[in-house]
């Protein structure tokens, strides 16, 4: 079995930085692509960012130039650098790793305030 455990969110000033992380732990053999989601109040799931095993990278077009997906794979971590956070960021930040099959964090919420 795998889990994924996300950390580094919390409260933060509009303007400011974040780095949230993502630990995979259990039966992993190796990881394919890895990604952020993140879901606001009353709001659909919405992509943030991705980032394969070969290290390309793509992001959703509201948080594209101000955050950054990188892969640590001897760690079998992902972690998503935050900069120049709104208000409209905040929300439950989720990472899902592909190991097979598709595994999910339980989340970490941010909070950006105005």
């Known amino acids: 079995q795998v889990q994924l455990v996300e950390s580094g969110g919390g409260l933060v000033q509009a303007g400011g930085s974040l780095r949230l992380s993502c630990a995979a732990s259990?039966?992993?053999?190796?990881?394919?692509?890895m990604g952020w989601y993140r879901q606001a109040p009353g709001k659909q799931r919405e992509f943030v960012a991705a980032?394969?095993?070969?290290?390309?990278?793509s992001y959703g077009d509201s948080v594209r130039g101000r955050f950054t997906i990188s892969r640590d794979n001897a760690k079998s971590t992902v972690h998503l650098q935050m900069s120049s956070l709104k208000p409209e960021d905040t929300a439950v930040y989720y990472c899902?790793?592909?190991?097979?099959?598709?595994?999910w964090g339980q989340g970490t919420q941010v909070t950006v305030s105005s």
């Open positions: 899902n790793m592909l190991i097979g099959k598709l595994y």
């Open positions: 259990g039966s992993i053999s190796s990881v394919s692509t």
């Open positions: 980032i394969t095993s070969g290290g390309s990278t």
